[in-house]
């Protein structure tokens, strides 16, 4: 009985694990993405002084932030570009900008 507990934990443990692996951001497809991002916030992705730098922000604040701006729970000009992208797009695009040196 103990055994048949230990395994079906054992099976639920490695399911959150592999569930949270997928979560995760391809940042290979988050620059090939960035290019529209590019326009504003530099390829470099450090901004200038009316636009924010996003490069080495937190990939998961930052996928929350594109999330946020998508719903419209922040209202920003943001808004209507990232309209058109998924949630795997915003996480893949955050994976991306987490791996750019911060200045």
Do not use: W
């Not at 719903?71 to 990232?82: F, L, P």
């Amino acid at each position: 009985m103990l055994a048949r507990k230990l395994i079906i934990a054992m099976m639920f443990i490695l399911m959150l694990v592999a569930g949270a692996a997928q979560a995760g951001g391809d940042a290979a497809n988050g620059k090939t993405l960035s290019v529209d991002c590019a326009d504003c916030h530099g390829e470099d992705g450090l901004g200038d002084e009316d636009v924010p730098a996003i490069a080495g922000m937190d990939a998961a604040a930052q996928a929350q932030a594109l999330a946020d701006f998508q719903s419209g729970a922040v209202e920003s000009e943001m808004a209507d570009y990232v309209e058109g992208l998924s949630e795997q797009d915003m996480l893949d695009l955050a994976a991306y900008y987490a791996t750019l040196p911060a200045n």
